[in-house]
């Protein structure tokens, strides 16, 4: 069965740094997506950035682009999401999906940030960023 687990989530300082990392296992097929989503109190979940595992590229939303950075080690199966500059609007629950429906993020756009294209999630770390 597939299985996604996080961790790295806790509370920082703003300007501060975090990593994410996203554990899956399970998985068959040899052509997903592991994207990363937050969702803060009182607001809708939202796609923060996605990696392809077919052809290794990438998605970031505005709100992040430049400060955070998706990878993977596909030998571990597991994807990072390094966090820097953070801001108190990052706090968030943050999890990590799995979609075996887009085959590049390249391709998809982003389209490929919308949460009903990923078919398993994680139960999700807290990040806390205080000012």
């Known amino acids: 069965e597939v299985q996604l687990v996080e961790s790295g989530g806790g509370l920082v300082q703003a300007g501060g740094s975090l990593r994410l990392s996203c554990a899956a296992s399970g998985f068959t097929a040899e052509d997903y997506t592991i994207g990363w989503f937050r969702q803060a109190p009182g607001k809708e979940r939202e796609g923060v950035s996605c990696i392809s595992r077919s052809d290794g590229t990438t998605q970031y939303a505005n709100t992040v682009r430049g400060r955070f950075t998706i990878s993977s080690d596909n030998a571990k199966n597991t994807v990072y999401l390094q966090m820097d500059s953070l801001e108190p609007e990052d706090t968030a629950v943050y999890y990590c999906?799995?979609?075996?429906?887009?085959?590049?993020?390249?391709?998809?756009?982003?389209?490929?940030?919308?949460?009903?294209?990923?078919?398993?999630w994680g139960q999700g770390t807290q990040v806390t960023v205080s000012s």
């Open positions: 999906a799995a979609s075996t429906r887009i085959e590049s993020a390249q391709h998809m756009g982003v389209l490929a940030l919308i949460t009903g294209w990923y078919n398993y």
